[in-house]
């Protein structure tokens, strides 16, 4: 199977997934379990078994699994469901984009912010964003 088509399945799962996490993230700032953990199994599956680079996705993982706990230690507003959500599309950007990804996120939640006039928004809508445009990148 081609890279690209792998990695349209990969997007596809993770796009299905977001869904639900985008709503419940926008309407009450919380992103439940029940959605981003089985996201995160089904896409760990999926790139195994269409012989991606899980160690590309692994090393992306723990990246952000090590910058987003900064907040969540000094009590900052960022919860561990945007950290899980994290996980879940830097398993999809994987290693060495996730870094353009974590730019990309905070530039279109500083944009987010603007347009809507607001100090605090969700997260998940801007991850969405940046996964959908990181793959994509030819950096």
């Known amino acids: 199977m081609t890279d690209t088509i792998s ?7 993770f796009i299905i997934f977001s869904l ?10 919380n992103i439940p379990d029940k959605f981003s953990l089985p996201a995160i199994a089904l896409i760990i599956g999926s790139i195994l078994y269409l012989d991606m680079s899980l160690t590309s ?3 992306a993982s723990a990246f952000i699994l090590v910058v987003f706990l900064i907040p969540l230690l000094f009590g900052m507003d960022f919860g561990g469901g945007d950290l899980r959500y994290g996980v879940m599309s830097a398993l999809v950007v994987g290693f060495p984009q996730i870094a353009y990804w974590m730019v990309l996120s905070a530039v279109i939640h500083l944009i987010i912010l603007a347009i809507l006039r ?4 969700g997260f998940a809508p801007a991850m969405f964003i ?6 994509f990148l030819n950096i």
Request: charged share 10%; aromatic share 14%; no cysteine.
């Open 7 to 13: 990695m349209n399945i990969v997007l596809f799962i």
């Open 57 to 59: 996705a692994l090393i």
């Open 130 to 135: 940046a996964t959908l445009i990181t793959p």
């Open 118 to 121: 607001r100090q605090i928004f």
């Open 20 to 29: 639900p996490i985008l709503y419940h993230d926008i309407k009450y700032q």
